[in-house]
């Protein structure tokens, strides 16, 4: 994690993003759109995903371009799971796919190239416009949104993750769920204090209560069709007993304890073209090796063993 100043690269802990102990994440800085004919129009093979397969910002991205049938349409590349002081590298590793553009070492490389004067966190998930060299967008939120509907006219699969009926609903758990799950387990693994720590953790137990509760009267949090608020809630349930319940002390509970949940990550996992944008090896490798303030070992645990296929009796 860092900043481009004046050209060249500083590094920023975790413990500096940090505010009176509480975890502070940064804001996106690239915000712009692909549409049908704007500035950036849908086109087949024009744009290039940056990705971490840990990420799970990143993730959503993926699995969106999985679902709408992308994959053959905008490239990705994978940085390597390994973030040190110079922030994400494409050092060679298994699933890194290098840069083809800007031949980039770093991913700071692209940013730079993209554009010179940034002074900005570098951060993944990355749009790029390949015709232009421009940087489209950072916010993996609208990012997924413009998979969602913006290349329906040039081949995308059938599917609407935003249906208009349902948008005030997902627009609602979408909120909730960020704040104190997607986002709260960062809160509570990055807190400097006990305070700030259950400051976190303990509206993140309450979400998954709230969650398990929703899931138990239905099939998806937002009503009777799988939409986006489901792919956003799944990259971090998906993380959860792997990272999150021991690195980030997140443990007062598993994702396996909750019948609903874990029967609703299983689902989810097995929707046709999510189980192949999960890579579990580079999720543990990455949070328990990159995060030398939470632990200083670098030892990466083992477990658990998880059955994502078992039948989840759901529909």
């Known amino acids: 994690m860092g900043v481009m100043i004046d050209g060249k690269w500083?590094?920023?802990s975790i413990a500096e993003l940090a505010d009176g102990g509480s975890f502070k994440r940064s804001e996106t800085s690239f915000?712009?759109?692909v549409t049908?004919?704007?500035?950036?129009p849908a086109q087949a093979g024009r744009y290039h995903l940056y990705v971490s397969l840990a990420c799970p910002w990143a993730h959503r991205t993926l699995i969106m371009r999985a679902l709408k049938g992308?994959?053959?349409k905008i490239s990705v590349s994978v940085v390597n799971w390994f973030m040190g002081d110079d922030g994400w590298s494409f050092d060679n590793g298994d699933g890194v796919v290098p840069d083809p553009f800007f031949s980039a070492s770093h991913l700071r490389d692209v940013y730079a190239s993209a554009k010179p004067d940034y002074t900005g966190r570098v951060t993944v998930p990355v749009l790029l416009d390949t015709r232009?060299?421009?940087?489209v967008s950072n916010e993996s939120?609208?990012?997924i949104r413009m998979?969602?509907?913006a290349f329906d006219g040039v081949g995308a699969e059938p599917g609407d993750y935003y249906p208009a009926a349902l948008r005030d609903e997902i627009d609602t758990v979408n909120a909730r769920v960020y704040s104190t799950l997607n986002n709260g387990v960062y809160k509570s693994g990055f807190a400097r204090t006990q305070k700030a720590y259950e400051r976190a953790v303990l509206p993140l137990f309450d979400t998954l209560d709230w969650m398990e509760d929703i899931l138990s009267r239905q099939r998806w949090l937002a009503g009777d069709q799988f939409t986006e608020a489901d792919i956003r809630a799944f990259v971090t349930l998906i993380r959860f007993d792997p990272v999150y319940h021991g690195h980030f002390k997140c443990n007062r509970a598993r994702i396996v304890d909750y019948p609903n949940l874990w029967a609703y990550t299983r689902d989810i996992y097995q929707r046709p073209g999510v189980a192949k944008t999960v890579d579990l090896g580079h999720i543990r490798n990455h949070y328990y090796a990159s995060h030398e303030t939470v632990n200083p070992t670098r030892i990466v645990a083992v477990g658990p063993v998880l059955d994502y296929m078992a039948p989840h009796g759901r529909g």
Do not use: P, V
């Open 36 to 40: 049908s004919d704007g500035e950036f």
């Open 147 to 149: 998979f969602n509907s």
């Open 10 to 12: 500083h590094t920023q």
């Open 132 to 135: 232009t060299e421009q940087i």
């Open 141 to 143: 939120a609208e990012i």
């Open 70 to 72: 992308l994959e053959d």
């Open 31 to 33: 915000r712009n759109w």
